[in-house]
């Protein structure tokens, strides 16, 4: 039988092999960022806010013109690009610390602006590249290197629900929190970031995605253990859903 | 350069500034609200609006500054202003923007310090201007206006070397230079190349190689040449090196003396001169780099020297640096807080010309 090429990568992602541990889901999580650049044909005019984070060398694996935030301040750089070059497509991939800590007040007031960028946050429940700290999305019980003994709520308080909140704000355009950990979330995460990207494009505001996504190393566990923790651990906490949606609303 | 109708206009040293950007070609302003610099984002939220830029109040400074580390990468004119507390904030973006190579311009209207301190006139932000600020072995290219009119023209000047350098560049002001109303001739310069940052602005990777901008440098190596390739432009603006020299030649003993402390110091000069004592100031334009050169040669000739800053002493260390194998300077401090007049510095000069 003749071998059939079913899937060549795209010219958009880079021929290379990315340096994010096994079973990481930053890697998929490009992928379907760069379909969704291909499918709306704005790979040409794209230009990518990267943040501080295991997704720090993304301009390694995406072929986009980019520009490098610090940590946290990826929405405000992201602002500074669209109101530099309005015809430009601009989005920012951040991390749970990056994005949810030590930049709370960039995203909030970026999305408040109702800036006409879009958003892709990864929110894998700890620091990843820093080794596993707790993060704002740490969940309750969930033992990091700061909180060896389990996040508790008396202490460190509760998980910030970003998609809610960013939902919440009258500016956002679409606001959604997808996972990648199954075939069906995976469908339902590649529509959600087309129709974040979408609002942009039609210049209705603010697109933000949250994705579940695994860290196994900082986990301790298994690519096949970490997969599983999405479904079981997480998503009771983060639930799955649309929190906005103005595409719809309008029609 | 093109003269504008009317030919002089009588504005604050933070509108020449907000003037003098618009003039430039500056498309984006960022700002946070913080006196003694709010004229410039009050101005600048209609006018530059009305020239088809783009305004943002941010949510904070240290959004403001990342705003304009965006916009430049994109290779537009863009610029943050702010006062002590708020360029505090700006310096991570700064550092950032110094190891990206990324060419902001962003105007520090200095108020009295440490902490809130006050917001009367100081030169207390001197040390952190100069040597970079924030983390980081890097240097802003420093300009200290004295005036209304070389505050527009500093201003102008500053986006071109911006660009030429592309290195971050501040303008070190003061509450006097930004509150004080004078009269001013606005220009606009007709040599604005539409193309300065072709080869390496971030607009969509369209029909050639993606373009990147980052400070980080893992590979073994990559950063040490990073900074070699910085160091030696910072060795190349001293070409940019600027200050005005007054009645220096025969002069017994030189003022040196920065910005609106500067101008100050010149009408005691005057004022001394007029009583037939021989006394001569420099007044460095560009604090980085710094005119070292001028104060050894004047040092050379015998000279004796006299710093005086609104602080407790920061540029006097650059002057004690440039004459270190020859002289020594003075230091008279006019403390923050107090604003000075050209009465306060006579005393002073004369004490030092005598002992
Ligand atoms: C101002 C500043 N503080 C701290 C750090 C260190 N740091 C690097 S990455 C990171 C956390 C990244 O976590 P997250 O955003 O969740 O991304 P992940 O690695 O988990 O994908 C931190 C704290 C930094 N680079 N800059
Ligand atoms: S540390 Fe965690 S987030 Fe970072 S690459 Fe490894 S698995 Fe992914
Ligand atoms: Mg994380």
Redesign the interface.
């Known amino acids: 039988m003749e071998e059939e090429l079913v899937y060549t990568r795209p010219d958009v992602v880079a021929d290379r092999a990315t340096h994010y541990c096994p079973g990481c889901h930053h890697g998929i999580i490009h992928k379907l960022v760069a379909e969704a650049l291909i499918d709306l044909g704005v790979?040409?005019?794209?230009?990518c806010?990267?943040s501080i984070g295991c997704s720090?060398f993304i301009?390694n694996y995406l072929?986009?013109?980019?520009?490098?935030?610090?940590h946290g301040?990826a929405p405000?750089?992201?602002?500074?690009?669209?109101?530099?070059?309005p015809d430009?497509?601009v989005f920012t991939y951040q991390g749970d610390g990056d994005l949810a800590s030590i930049g709370l007040?960039?995203i909030?007031?970026c999305a408040n602006?109702g800036e006409n960028v879009s958003v892709v946050f990864v929110n894998n429940t700890v620091y990843g590249m820093t080794g596993g700290q707790m993060a704002p999305t740490t969940l309750i019980g969930q033992q990091a290197t700061t909180c060896p003994a389990g996040r508790c709520e008396e202490l460190e308080g509760l998980p910030l629900k970003m998609a809610e909140i960013i939902g919440g704000l009258g500016t956002t355009a679409y606001s959604a929190r997808v996972a990648v950990d199954s075939i069906k979330h995976l469908m339902a995460a590649k529509k959600a970031i087309r129709k974040a990207f979408q609002c942009q494009i039609d210049k209705t505001g603010f697109g933000f995605v949250e994705l579940l996504s695994t860290c196994p190393t900082n986990w301790k566990m298994t690519p096949v253990q970490a997969n599983e923790r999405i479904a079981k651990e997480m998503i009771p906490t983060f639930p799955l859903g649309t929190f906005k949606d103005k595409t719809v609303e309008a029609k | 350069m093109t003269e504008q109708t009317p030919k002089r206009i009588f504005v604050k040293g933070n509108e020449a500034i907000a003037r003098g950007a618009l003039a430039a070609g500056c498309k984006c302003y960022f700002g946070y609200p913080i006196t003694p610099q709010n004229d410039i984002p009050e101005f600048m939220s209609q006018a530059i609006r009305d020239a088809g830029g783009q305004f943002v109040q941010a949510e904070s400074e240290i959004a403001a500054a990342n705003m304009v580390l965006g916009a430049t990468a994109c290779g537009i004119r863009a610029m943050t202003s702010s006062s002590s507390p708020g360029i505090s904030l700006k310096q991570e973006a700064l550092s950032y923007m110094a190891g990206s190579e990324l060419p902001g311009v962003v105007v520090n209207m200095v108020r009295g310090g440490p902490g809130l301190g006050d917001i009367g006139p100081s030169q207390g932000d001197y040390f952190q201007s100069t040597r970079g600020g924030g983390h980081g072995d890097y240097r802003l290219l420093v300009l200290a206006p004295a005036s209304g009119q070389e505050a527009y023209d500093l201003t102008i000047k500053a986006f071109d070397l911006a660009f030429k350098y592309r290195n971050p560049v501040m303008i070190l002001g003061d509450a006097i230079l930004g509150q004080m109303k004078e009269p001013i001739a606005p220009w606009i310069p007709d040599n604005l190349d539409p193309d300065e940052a072709a080869d390496w602005r971030l607009d969509g990777a369209k029909g050639r190689q993606p373009r990147l901008h980052k400070s980080l440098f893992l590979q073994e190596g990559e950063l040490a040449q990073q900074n070699r390739h910085l160091q030696e432009k910072y060795e190349a603006m001293k070409a940019e090196i600027d200050y005005e020299s007054f009645m220096v030649e025969d002069a017994d003993i030189i003022v040196v003396a920065f910005g609106s402390i500067g101008r100050i110091a010149k009408s005691t000069i005057r004022k001394i001169r007029s009583t037939g004592k021989k006394v001569g100031l420099i007044r460095p334009i560009t604090v980085y780099p710094y005119p070292s050169e001028i104060l050894k040669t004047l040092a050379e000739q015998g000279k004796k020297f006299l710093t005086i800053e609104h602080n407790m002493g920061q540029m006097v260390e650059d002057v004690r640096l440039a004459i270190r194998t020859i002289t020594d300077s003075d230091f008279y401090s006019c403390l923050p807080g107090n604003l000075p007049t050209p009465d306060d510095f006579e005393e002073p000069i004369l004490k030092a010309l005598e002992g």
């Open positions: 790979v040409e005019k794209t230009i806010i990267g720090v301009y072929n986009l013109d980019t520009v490098e935030a610090p301040r405000a750089v992201a602002t500074g690009v669209k109101r530099a070059r430009n497509f007040a960039e909030m007031h602006r």
